[in-house]
């Protein structure tokens, strides 16, 4: 089973922020936070990953709280584009290790 | 665009057929890993090959097998085939075995069986 909780669904506005959350209460010290997202009808995408500190790249920012049980993926400015499943997987980043997904984040960008 | 390409894109098979699906990875990606992805859920994990071995397994049974080519591209193949295998196979790639666990995921082979 999936190591974490995910709201159902979300609605952002185009042009707003949009703050997926996160919750991974039994995470341990070794597992990684990866966020991907899966575009209908697309193979899933890597958006970012992190252990402990904060990450930005160019698609997104990745907010975890000091006790690493919970997250945030942060769209800065969302886009029509940007509409899909949004799945946080919590694992051992570095060992050949499966992805557990689970049934993810629908966030719906509207204009 | 990936680089991780698979075929076919879709296909239409009767029960108690046989299926082969077909992955080429990523150039330098020597670990390959495949997914069934059934209508509304997550993908879930079959399982994993790396230099031509397969390393983990997913909860499939044995008519779900797979190979990795020296070339690593890679092959799943499903035996006596069933409804409930009527899904989005994913495959997806990686480099090096031990690196930070990114995955190059393919746009899938979508099976139905009838």
């Known amino acids: ?111 | 665009e990936t680089g991780v390409t698979q075929s076919p894109t879709h296909l239409i098979k009767t029960r108690g057929q046989q299926v082969t699906l077909r992955c080429s990875s990523q150039s330098g990606h020597n670990t390959v890993s495949w997914y069934q992805q059934a209508l509304g859920q997550g993908p879930q994990f079959i399982f994993q090959y790396y230099r031509e071995e397969e390393n983990g397994r997913g909860n499939f049974p044995p008519r779900f097998s797979g190979l990795q080519f020296p070339n690593y591209s890679s092959e799943l193949n499903v035996n006596a085939l069933e409804l409930d295998d009527s899904a989005l196979y994913l495959c997806a790639s990686r480099p090096l075995a031990g690196s930070t666990g990114e995955l190059f995921f393919g746009e899938g082979s979508r099976l139905t069986v009838l």
């Open chain 1, 1 to 111: 089973d999936a190591k974490t909780t995910q709201p159902t669904s979300m609605d952002c506005a185009e042009g707003r922020a949009a703050n997926l959350p996160c919750n991974h209460s039994t995470i341990s010290g070794n597992e990684y936070v990866y966020w991907y997202r899966q575009i209908h009808s697309q193979g899933p995408q890597y958006i970012i990953h992190g252990l402990k500190n904060n990450e930005t790249n160019e698609m997104a920012s990745l907010i975890i709280t000091e006790d690493r049980k919970s997250s945030t993926l942060i769209l800065p400015h969302a886009t029509l584009r940007d509409t899909a499943v949004y799945y946080c997987i919590v694992i051992i980043g570095q060992a050949g290790t499966a992805l557990i997904f689970g049934k993810g984040t629908t966030l719906s960008v509207s204009s």
